[in-house]
């Protein structure tokens, strides 16, 4: 893992799967939080945009087949909700993803738009 970087507007998260180990940079673009090098063509994605001065709007959850079942959607979320929380606002999710994962699990509940 020598010579891997997080910059700043990043994060890195450690995915593992059938024992091994990818390090895996979610970023921050205009218009979401993504995986990969590029906002336009993201491996995963979350966007969302900013309806009123206080709610962000998630809008879509999209996650690659080689990234699936390895949690990256939930970590796009919590990169959402922390954010949320850094700038005071809410969450508005349209997404059904993103509205279920919030529904469901209390650590959201502070961020979640009524």
């Known amino acids: 893992m020598g010579g891997f970087a997080c910059t700043l507007n990043t994060d ?4 593992k799967e059938r024992g091994e180990v ?5 970023r921050r673009g205009v218009n979401s939080f993504f995986v990969g ?3 336009d063509k993201p491996l995963a994605a979350m966007t969302f945009v900013l ?3 206080d ?3 998630v809008e879509h959850t999209y996650v690659a087949d080689e990234l699936r079942g390895q949690g990256v959607g939930r970590v796009l979320l919590e ?3 922390d954010w949320a929380r850094r700038e005071n606002k809410k969450v508005r999710p349209l997404c059904p993803y993103a509205k279920a994962q ?3 699990d209390e650590r959201y509940r502070d961020v979640l738009h009524p």
Request: hydrophobic share 45%; aromatic share 0%; net charge negative.
């Open 55 to 57: 709610v962000i709007t």
């Open 22 to 26: 990818e390090i895996v940079e979610i």
């Open 37 to 39: 090098d590029s906002e």
């Open 79 to 81: 990169q959402v909700a």
């Open 12 to 15: 890195c998260v450690i995915m």
């Open 51 to 53: 309806t009123d001065e």
């Open 102 to 104: 919030m529904e469901k």
